[in-house]
C-alpha cells in the first residue's frame, strides 16, 4: 500500500487547510486511516482516526473542535479539514493506514498502523 499526503503549506493563525492523503495498491475502504504529525524535535503524535466506514472518529484532545477527519472510499482518500489553525499545530503530518479497521484504544498508538505516507509540512505563523 502507498500513501501519498499533500495539502500542506504555510498559513497564517486563525487560517485554515485541507490535507488529502491518496493510497494506492491496497484495499482503502477496508483500513482504518490515522493522521499524526510530528513537530521539530518533538516526538510524532497522533491526531485523529476514521473508521473503515467513515462511521467512527476520535481525536486528540488538542484539535479536538478544530480539525476534522473524513474520507471518501470512491476515490481512496482521506482528509483532515484544519481549522482555525495555531502555530503550534506547525509539524510534517503523516497519514497512516490500520488493516485492523476500526477506532479503538489502540488507535492512538503508532504501533498500530501498517502503512505510512511521507508526511506533508504545515507551518502556521503567528
Known amino acids: 500500500v502507498q500513501l501519498q499526503a499533500s495539502g500542506g503549506g504555510l498559513v497564517q493563525a486563525g487560517g485554515s487547510l485541507r490535507l488529502s492523503c491518496v493510497a494506492s495498491g491496497g484495499t482503502f475502504s477496508s483500513y482504518a486511516m490515522g493522521w499524526f504529525r510530528q513537530a521539530p524535535g518533538k516526538e510524532r503524535e497522533f491526531v485523529a482516526v476514521?473508521?473503515?466506514?467513515?462511521?467512527?472518529?476520535y481525536y486528540a484532545d488538542s484539535v479536538k473542535g478544530r480539525l476534522t477527519i473524513s474520507r471518501d472510499n470512491a476515490k481512496n482518500t482521506v482528509y483532515l479539514q484544519m481549522n482555525s489553525l495555531k502555530p503550534e499545530d506547525t509539524a510534517v503530518y503523516y497519514c497512516?493506514?490500520?488493516?485492523?479497521?476500526?477506532?479503538?484504544?489502540?488507535?492512538?498508538?503508532?504501533?498500530?498502523?501498517?502503512?505510512w505516507g511521507q508526511g506533508t509540512k504545515v507551518t502556521v505563523s503567528s
Open positions: 476514521i473508521s473503515w466506514s467513515g462511521g467512527s472518529t
Open positions: 497512516a493506514a490500520d488493516r485492523y479497521g476500526v477506532v479503538n484504544g489502540r488507535s492512538r498508538s503508532i504501533e498500530e498502523y501498517d502503512y
